[in-house]
């Protein structure tokens, strides 16, 4: 079964910005939804941004107008476009979606590390 893989993440100072991205391994498999969460060392997973397949979003107040989920479908993945960035928002940070192949399934990314220094 097709996995999903992160990319993009990485370390930036406060204020600045940062965009990672996820889509399966498998180009013929596509995406029907998509949520990005994120965990906090000693915190528990949050959801950070969701989108569904008609296009709906919906985002976490602690990133509200910070943060943009949009999908690119020339790439077949979703991006979670990140500005402003606080320490706040270090954690890693996972991708979570509803494909459909030969059927439907749901996966998991392998998560990425985003770090915000001060």
């Known amino acids: 079964q097709a996995q999903l893989v992160e990319s993009g993440g990485g370390e930036v100072q406060s204020g600045g910005s940062l965009r990672i991205s996820c889509g399966p391994s498998d180009r013929h498999v596509s995406i029907y939804g998509m949520e990005w969460f994120r965990q906090a060392p000693g915190k528990q997973r949050e959801s950070v941004a969701s989108?569904?397949?008609?296009?709906?979003?919906n985002y976490a107040d602690s990133v509200k107008g910070r943060f943009t989920i949009s999908r690119d479908y020339t790439r077949n993945t979703v991006n979670l476009q990140m500005n402003n960035l606080k320490s706040d928002d270090t954690a890693v940070y996972y991708c979570?979606?509803?494909?459909?192949?030969?059927?439907?399934?749901?996966?998991w990314g392998q998560g990425i590390q985003v770090t915000v220094s001060e």
């Open positions: 989108l569904t397949t008609t296009g709906s979003t």
């Open positions: 979570h979606a509803d494909l459909i192949g030969e059927s439907k399934f749901q996966a």
